[in-house]
């Protein structure tokens, strides 16, 4: 299966970086059988963007 990786000279903290990365954790534990949501949001009052999913301890709850 085809992977993106997440450049190494992309801003995670712009709306689209963010945006990027989350798909890119999605699609990583997808391809090894689990089920994750990852979004991104904005940090209230900032113009800086984050990822949150539903990752425990970095170790995804569910199997597809």
Known sequence: MPTFEFPSNMDASTKFGA???AQCIVDYWRQRGYFVKAERYQVPGSEVWGVRSN??????????
């Open 55 to 64: 990752l425990l301890n970095g170790i995804p709850r569910a199997k597809l």
């Open 19 to 21: 945006l990027m990365l």
